[in-house]
């Protein structure tokens, strides 16, 4: 395989990442100190590296990941970064998504106590998921010696997932990472599922999907990330974890260092030690910080021909003229020449997650280190997780974390036998709470690699005056990159109990919060993007409308048309026409967006007058009323028309954009105050589709649509609804008005309104409009819109409606409002039209209205109101517009200025029903 | 009573003509176009539903379940509400199919309504119908939690929805407002795009 990094190509071995490619290709110096630009290299084998990250240039790309994250592929192409990552410019067009899984035990982690905890589980029955962010199962056994069960760990880790595998009810997914522990035990992940795959990842298959997860009960077997010891310039390529580079040695094959120094604080280092120099690496000296190290241990190094120098320390590195390690300085004045400075200053079990759930952590003395205490959720902690070390240990409390967690979920359970372990050194020696070594050049003892932090920034927060961990966490920035202070956090804990004299378990650490590793914008917003972002709601007369030509408007969720322009026609010159025709023609519009409640039952006239401001209850069959309705405040939520079809069955239109919110505050009200009404509501939005019919001239395309039908003043008055056949197809037709004109509103079933509009359209010179016409012919009439020219302040009465607000009606929703002296105030703000004095100039939609002549480079400038909505008005010949205003009612006449972007118009008030005010032309 | 032959011709679902791709052996979406829809609500103080099952001929379902009697499928929308779904009616078309005449004169306190153009009616089958769902919808649908006659009412994607497993193939029957059900079809058929093109012989749960 062949990877190209920098523009230089590299060999590669399948199961390589990145990184252990780069170590072999003998590639040191890897980033810069980001504030320093010291050079820097890996430090580690994993999620805790801090120094390398690189900018994916092939697939999908990806602006800044860890080379240690990156599974190698023919073709992989990467740049370094010096600390910070690029945004491309270019979108992403990879496939995202996510899903939705439910299980009785999630178990987070793939290693030896995982994989012992999901097989105790699943051998239950359970549903069980276990999710490992490795590319391979094993965990740290993958860079192990040990002998499991008599196998060779490897085989041992096969053995494990086939019998995982086998149980119908587990679930095994790797490459992923859970990166979020909420409350309830609801938990998101991450998968990588095809960056490895390179150019053969097919393109039909997300790349990344987010996993939403409800378990029952989650075991936590997430392991530990080995801490570090802080000593003077010990951020120079070549210094490392040991166990990272004890895996660069065993689990990729690549000799991380020719000669090696091994400092550390704990057992666990010796052991890396012995494996470093099992893989050929010389091991030039161990330096242990304790004086009383493990007896096993150091028999091992013995063996091999290597002493331990205890109560020994790093001083000081140097470094070749590249900056990479070539000696290191110890504690009794040696200067050791080495290539490798592998150290281990104990384990930070892995609680992050735990943490999210809200679990709380003390400090182990035994283990060095935070471990879980207990636990705000049913979760299970096992492994090196609680601060376990022997693999033995590890494997039995993961298989008994399996079964409680199995056991809680109400399943049988028999666990497991632990597996046998072999070739395993015992621990024995405690290991030291060790983590800086002081030092004059404190400026050189780096806390965070990332955000290039020292010891010297720690005193100088302390002197400061911050005893905090949170403070000095945001004084210094330790923990704040992009590591989420893995690397850094509990390192720096340690140096401020070193430097306060205070314990670890009074300082305690800072707060973990997800993501646990970075998540992608592109990820969360999955296939949620382009046309499926949000739904378009269409009605049943849409594809007519493209074919027609419309242009649409967003209306909510809905695609209304919003004008039909012919062709070379603006939109202004379409709606003049479609005004035109609606005024001295026949014109046709799309209703079917209103919102429709059909409600039923013997006390929906009771429920009306008690949710609408006037009396409902005395409509007569066959008849309709316009109601407006308000909230407890007394403001205008809402407004429309109901019919009465039957004794105890009517027919509610809401406005468009509130029908979902007007259905729950029917079924608010009857459920939880008046649950004693006999009324039910459906929503028949969907169910029914309209044709309205508008003009002086529509009287006659009905009666030749409809020859059964009366359609006379007479026979069919205004406000009333009739049933017939239109065109041959059973129709509900009303005769309402929200232009002034003679009107009808055919509705039929929706699955004929295709075929009913065609008829309509087909049975003269119909001119069909949009919405802007709509608002136009409305505004002339000085119909508000709800949510256009009210905006939750308005009362019925700053509409110029105070006829609909009934003074007889003992309550009704709202009406105690109306009593307040605030709504009865003469200097609200009152609807009222607003023209251009010089007959030409079109206000601004939200303009505002000043003093006439105020001068607007001396702030403050009173402002006596706002435009809600303006226009050209055909029927006026001149623009028009509707406004709010400050005592409005009783400015008629007055001449202000529309302020809109620094330019005043100014304009006079005028009544806001400009048009046919006597309402004379509704019967045609 | 035979159907109308002018109105059958003139009649388009939400659906119609929209649904061309969308089918493999794995998972395979289907219209079913021209069902009797009714939203039937009863008075919940009171047991209302007696008389509306002596009408239907077959008692209605418990909370997330269906009941089905032939071809007419009751589905448990909410406290005292349901959806009934029958096979489309064969009389001269009205207003109101003669179905919601029929419960509206049971006697009880309630009300029905015709809503038969109001929803799109899917089908949803194959292996891979649970994995499509639980792209967008966050209810547990393993069999031992939603069996054959469960059913939930809830949001799948960005739509709200009804849906009832009606069949181990598995295969939900979904009921969508129809002016989501393009929205719906659109985002279930991007949902299946891994699965609509995966060998069968290979699939895995």
Same mark, same amino acid.
């Given at each position: 395989?062949?990877?190209?990094?920098?523009?230089?190509?590299?060999?590669?071995?399948?199961?390589?990442?990145?990184?252990?490619?780069?170590?072999?290709?003998?590639?040191?110096?890897?980033?810069?100190?980001?504030?320093?630009?010291?050079?820097?290299?890996?430090?580690?084998?994993?999620?805790?590296?801090?120094?390398?990250?690189?900018?994916?240039?092939?697939?999908?790309?990806?602006?800044?990941?860890?080379?240690?994250?990156?599974?190698?592929?023919?073709?992989?192409?990467?740049?370094?970064?010096?600390?910070?990552?690029?945004?491309?410019?270019?979108?992403?067009?990879?496939?995202?998504?996510?899903?939705?899984?439910?299980?009785?035990?999630?178990?987070?982690?793939?290693?030896?106590?995982?994989?012992?905890?999901?097989?105790?589980?699943?051998?239950?029955?359970?549903?069980?998921?276990? +999710?490992?962010?490795?590319?391979?199962?094993?965990?740290?056994?993958?860079?192990?010696?040990?002998?499991?069960?008599?196998?060779?760990?490897?085989?041992?880790?096969?053995?494990?997932?086939?019998?995982?595998?086998?149980?119908?009810?587990?679930?095994?997914?790797?490459?992923?990472?859970?990166?979020?522990?909420?409350?309830?035990?609801?938990?998101?992940?991450?998968?990588?599922?095809?960056?490895?795959?390179?150019?053969?990842?097919?393109?039909?298959?997300?790349?990344?999907?987010?996993?939403?997860?409800?378990?029952?009960?989650?075991?936590?077997?997430?392991?530990?990330?080995?801490?570090?010891?802080?000593?003077?310039?010990?951020?120079?390529?070549?210094?490392?974890?040991?166990? #990272?580079?004890?895996?660069?040695?065993?689990?990729?094959?690549?000799?991380?260092?020719?000669?090696?120094?091994?400092?550390?604080?704990?057992?666990?280092?010796?052991?890396?030690?012995?494996?470093?120099?099992?893989?050929?690496?010389?091991?030039?000296?161990?330096?242990?910080?304790?004086?009383?190290?493990?007896?096993?241990?150091?028999?091992?190094?013995?063996?091999?021909?290597?002493?331990?120098?205890?109560?020994?320390?790093?001083?000081?590195?140097?470094?070749?003229?590249?900056?990479?390690?070539?000696?290191?300085?110890?504690?009794?004045?040696?200067?050791?020449?080495?290539?490798?400075?592998?150290?281990?200053?104990?384990?930070?079990?892995?609680?992050?997650?735990?943490?999210?759930?809200?679990?709380?952590?003390?400090?182990?003395?035994?283990?060095?280190?935070?471990?879980?205490?207990?636990?705000?959720?049913?979760?299970?902690?096992?492994?090196?997780?609680?601060?376990?070390?022997?693999?033995?240990?590890?494997?039995?409390?993961?298989?008994?974390?399996?079964?409680?967690?199995?056991?809680?979920?109400?399943?049988?359970?028999?666990?497991?036998?632990?597996?046998?372990?072999?070739?395993?050194?015992?621990?024995?020696?405690?290991?030291?709470?060790?983590?800086?070594?002081?030092?004059?050049?404190?400026?050189? &003892?780096?806390?965070?690699?990332?955000?290039?932090?020292?010891?010297?920034?720690?005193?100088?927060?302390?002197?400061?005056?911050?005893?905090?961990?949170?403070?000095?966490?945001?004084?210094?920035?330790?923990?704040?990159?992009?590591?989420?202070?893995?690397?850094?956090?509990?390192?720096?804990?340690?140096?401020?109990?070193?430097?306060?004299?205070?314990?670890?378990?009074?300082?305690?650490?800072?707060?973990?919060?997800?993501?646990?590793?970075? +998540?992608?914008?592109?990820?969360?917003?999955?296939?949620?993007?382009?046309?499926?972002?949000?739904?378009?709601?269409?009605?049943?007369?849409?594809?007519?409308?493209?074919?027609?030509?419309?242009?649409?408007?967003?209306?909510?969720?809905?695609?209304?048309?919003?004008?039909?322009?012919?062709?070379?026609?603006?939109?202004?010159?379409?709606?003049?026409?479609?005004?035109?025709?609606?005024?001295?023609?026949?014109?046709?519009?799309?209703?079917?967006?209103?919102?429709?409640?059909?409600?039923?039952?013997?006390?929906?006239?009771?429920?009306?007058?008690?949710?609408?401001?006037?009396?409902?209850?005395?409509?007569?069959?066959?008849?309709?009323?316009?109601?407006?309705?308000?909230?407890?405040?007394?403001?205008?939520?809402?407004?429309?028309?109901?019919?009465?079809?039957?004794?105890?069955?009517?027919?509610?239109?809401?406005?468009?954009?509130?029908?979902?919110?007007?259905?729950?505050?029917?079924?608010?009200?009857?459920?939880?105050?008046?649950?004693?009404?006999?009324?039910?509501?459906?929503?028949?939005?969907?169910?029914?589709?309209?044709?309205?019919?508008?003009?002086?001239?529509?009287?006659?395309?009905?009666?030749?649509?409809?020859?059964?039908?009366?359609?006379?003043?007479?026979?069919?008055?205004?406000?009333?609804?009739?049933?017939?056949?239109?065109?041959?197809?059973?129709?509900?037709?009303?005769?309402?008005?929200?232009?002034?004109?003679?009107?009808?509103?055919?509705?039929?079933?929706?699955?004929?309104?295709?075929?009913?509009?065609?008829?309509?359209?087909?049975?003269?010179?119909?001119?069909?409009?949009?919405?802007?016409?709509?608002? &136009?012919?409305?505004?002339?009439?000085?119909?508000? +819109?709800?949510?256009?020219?009210?905006?939750?302040?308005?009362?019925?009465?700053?509409?110029?409606?105070?006829? +609909?607000?009934?003074?007889?009606?003992?309550?009704?929703?709202?009406?105690?409002?109306?009593?307040?002296?605030?709504?009865?105030?003469?200097?609200?703000?009152?609807?009222?039209?607003?023209?251009?004095?010089?007959?030409?100039?079109?206000?601004?939609?939200?303009?505002?209205?000043?003093?006439?002549?105020?001068?607007?480079?001396?702030?403050?400038?009173?402002?006596?109101?706002?435009?809600?909505?303006?226009?050209? #008005?055909?029927?006026?010949?001149?623009?028009?517009?509707?406004?709010?205003?400050?005592?409005?009612?009783?400015?008629?006449?007055? &001449?202000?200025?529309?302020?809109?972007?620094?330019?005043?118009?100014?304009?006079?008030?005028?009544?806001?029903?400009?048009?046919?005010?006597?309402?004379?032309?509704?019967?045609? | 009573?035979?159907?109308?032959?002018?109105?059958?011709?003139?009649?388009?679902?939400?659906?119609?003509?929209?649904?061309?791709?969308?089918?493999?052996?794995?998972?395979?979406?289907?219209?079913?176009?021209?069902?009797?829809?009714?939203?039937?609500?009863?008075?919940?103080?009171?047991?209302?539903?007696?008389?509306?099952?002596?009408?239907?001929?077959?008692?209605?379902?418990?909370?997330?379940?269906?009941?089905?009697?032939?071809?007419?499928?009751?589905?448990?929308?909410?406290?005292?509400?349901?959806?009934?779904?029958?096979?489309?009616?064969?009389?001269?078309?009205?207003?109101?199919?003669?179905?919601?005449?029929?419960?509206?004169?049971?006697?009880?306190?309630?009300?029905?309504?015709?809503?038969?153009?109001?929803?799109?009616?899917?089908?949803?089958?194959?292996?891979?119908?649970?994995?499509?769902?639980?792209?967008?919808?966050?209810?547990?649908?393993?069999?031992?939690?939603?069996?054959?006659?469960?059913?939930?009412?809830?949001?799948?994607?960005?739509?709200?929805?009804?849906?009832?497993?009606?069949?181990?193939?598995?295969?939900?029957?979904?009921?969508?407002?129809?002016?989501?059900?393009?929205?719906?079809?659109?985002?279930?058929?991007?949902?299946?795009?891994?699965?609509?093109?995966?060998?069968?012989?290979?699939?895995?749960?």
């Amino acid at each position: 395989m062949r990877i190209t990094v920098d523009g230089v190509q590299l060999a590669a071995r399948p199961g390589d990442t990145l990184a252990s490619a780069l170590l072999r290709a003998g590639r040191r110096v890897l980033s810069q100190g980001i504030y320093t630009g010291r050079p820097r290299g890996l430090v580690s084998a994993g999620v805790e590296e801090s120094n390398v990250f690189v900018q994916v240039l092939s697939g999908s790309g990806e602006p800044m990941v860890r080379a240690t994250e990156i599974e190698a592929y023919d073709g992989l192409r990467v740049r370094t970064l010096a600390g910070k990552g690029l945004l491309p410019d270019e979108p992403d067009e990879a496939r995202y998504d996510k899903t939705f899984a439910h299980t009785d035990v999630l178990v987070v982690g793939g290693g030896p106590a995982g994989l012992m905890a999901a097989l105790a589980a699943g051998e239950s029955g359970a549903r069980v998921l276990l +999710i490992d962010d490795q590319p391979r199962l094993g965990g740290r056994l993958l860079a192990s010696r040990a002998i499991v069960d008599g196998l060779a760990v490897h085989d041992w880790v096969s053995s494990m997932r086939d019998r995982l595998q086998a149980l119908p009810e587990v679930t095994v997914t790797s490459r992923t990472a859970v990166v979020g522990y909420y409350d309830h035990n609801y938990l998101v992940a991450v998968e990588r599922r095809t960056d490895h795959l390179g150019s053969a990842a097919p393109a039909t298959m997300a790349r990344h999907r987010l996993w939403n997860i409800r378990a029952g009960q989650v075991v936590l077997a997430t392991g530990a990330h080995e801490r570090s010891i802080a000593f003077a310039d010990n951020d120079r390529p070549g210094i490392m974890l040991a166990h #990272s580079a004890t895996a660069y040695a065993w689990r990729y094959g690549c000799r991380p260092g020719r000669r090696a120094v091994v400092f550390g604080a704990h057992d666990g280092a010796l052991a890396a030690a012995v494996e470093l120099a099992d893989a050929g690496v010389e091991v030039a000296a161990v330096l242990d910080v304790r004086d009383v190290v493990g007896a096993d241990f150091a028999a091992a190094l013995a063996r091999r021909g290597i002493s331990v120098q205890t109560g020994a320390t790093v001083s000081g590195t140097l470094a070749d003229d590249d900056g990479v390690l070539r000696a290191v300085l110890t504690s009794a004045g040696e200067t050791v020449a080495a290539d490798l400075l592998a150290v281990s200053g104990g384990w930070n079990p892995a609680v992050e997650l735990f943490s999210q759930s809200g679990g709380r952590t003390f400090w182990s003395e035994a283990a060095a280190g935070f471990v879980p205490d207990t636990a705000a959720q049913p979760t299970h902690c096992a492994g090196v997780l609680t601060g376990a070390v022997s693999l033995a240990r590890v494997l039995s409390e993961g298989a008994g974390a399996g079964a409680e967690a199995a056991r809680a979920a109400g399943l049988d359970v028999t666990e497991p036998a632990t597996p046998s372990v072999e070739g395993e050194l015992r621990e024995e020696a405690a290991p030291a709470a060790y983590f800086c070594v002081d030092s004059a050049a404190e400026e050189t &003892v780096f806390v965070d690699l990332q955000r290039d932090a020292t010891l010297h920034d720690i005193r100088r927060a302390v002197g400061a005056g911050l005893t905090s961990v949170e403070h000095i966490k945001r004084y210094t920035t330790i923990g704040t990159a992009a590591d989420q202070g893995r690397g850094s956090g509990v390192l720096a804990v340690g140096v401020l109990a070193q430097l306060s004299g205070r314990s670890m378990a009074e300082i305690g650490t800072t707060t973990y919060r997800p993501p646990y590793t970075p +998540i992608s914008f592109a990820l969360l917003a999955g296939r949620d993007r382009g046309r499926l972002a949000d739904p378009e709601r269409v009605t049943a007369i849409h594809d007519w409308h493209v074919e027609h030509g419309a242009v649409f408007e967003d209306v909510g969720q809905w695609k209304r048309p919003w004008f039909f322009p012919r062709p070379a026609e603006s939109m202004d010159e379409a709606v003049r026409r479609e005004c035109a025709a609606a005024r001295t023609g026949v014109a046709m519009m799309d209703a079917s967006t209103l919102g429709t409640i059909e409600l039923q039952g013997a006390d929906v006239g009771l429920l009306l007058d008690r949710l609408y401001t006037n009396v409902f209850s005395s409509l007569k069959i066959g008849s309709v009323r316009y109601g407006v309705m308000c909230g407890p405040d007394g403001m205008v939520i809402d407004d429309g028309t109901t019919a009465r079809l039957a004794e105890d069955r009517w027919l509610m239109s809401t406005t468009t954009g509130n029908a979902a919110k007007i259905l729950e505050w029917l079924e608010e009200w009857l459920q939880t105050e008046w649950p004693d009404l006999d009324v039910r509501c459906t929503s028949v939005t969907d169910q029914w589709s309209t044709v309205v019919l508008v003009g002086p001239r529509s009287r006659d395309t009905l009666e030749e649509l409809a020859p059964e039908l009366d359609c006379s003043v007479e026979g069919f008055p205004f406000m009333t609804v009739r049933q017939a056949a239109v065109a041959g197809i059973p129709a509900r037709i009303m005769r309402v008005s929200f232009s002034g004109e003679l009107a009808y509103e055919i509705t039929v079933a929706s699955w004929y309104a295709l075929a009913v509009w065609e008829a309509v359209f087909a049975a003269g010179e119909i001119t069909p409009y949009g919405t802007e016409t709509m608002h &136009v012919l409305r505004a002339e009439k000085g119909y508000p +819109i709800v949510g256009q020219d009210t905006d939750g302040t308005v009362t019925p009465q700053d509409l110029g409606m105070g006829w +609909i607000v009934s003074k007889k009606k003992p309550d009704f929703v709202g009406k105690r409002s109306f009593a307040r002296a605030d709504t009865s105030r003469s200097d609200r703000r009152q609807l009222v039209g607003v023209v251009p004095v010089d007959g030409r100039s079109r206000v601004a939609e939200g303009a505002q209205l000043v003093s006439h002549g105020a001068v607007l480079t001396q702030p403050p400038v009173a402002m006596h109101g706002h435009v809600t909505s303006s226009y050209h #008005s055909v029927a006026l010949g001149t623009p028009f517009a509707l406004a709010l205003l400050d005592a409005g009612a009783s400015r008629h006449g007055e &001449v202000l200025d529309a302020v809109d972007d620094g330019h005043a118009t100014a304009v006079q008030v005028v009544s806001p029903v400009p048009y046919d005010p006597d309402g004379v032309r509704r019967d045609g | 009573m035979t159907a109308d032959p002018g109105l059958l011709a003139v009649r388009r679902g939400p659906l119609t003509g929209a649904l061309a791709a969308g089918s493999a052996q794995t998972v395979a979406v289907r219209d079913v176009p021209g069902r009797t829809l009714v939203e039937l609500r009863v008075a919940t103080n009171q047991d209302g539903s007696g008389a509306v099952e002596s009408a239907l001929g077959f008692d209605l379902p418990a909370a997330g379940h269906t009941s089905r009697d032939g071809q007419q499928l009751a589905v448990w929308l909410g406290p005292g509400w349901w959806l009934l779904d029958a096979p489309a009616a064969t009389g001269p078309r009205t207003l109101e199919a003669p179905l919601v005449h029929r419960l509206r004169d049971s006697g009880g306190e309630l009300s029905a309504v015709e809503v038969s153009a109001g929803f799109a009616v899917l089908e949803l089958s194959g292996p891979r119908a649970p994995a499509v769902l639980a792209h967008g919808c966050s209810i547990d649908l393993h069999p031992r939690v939603f069996g054959r006659g469960r059913s939930a009412r809830t949001m799948l994607a960005k739509a709200q929805v009804v849906f009832a497993l009606t069949d181990d193939a598995p295969t939900y029957r979904i009921w969508v407002r129809s002016s989501f059900a393009r929205y719906l079809v659109a985002w279930l058929l991007d949902a299946a795009t891994e699965y609509l093109c995966e060998d069968p012989t290979r699939s895995s749960g």
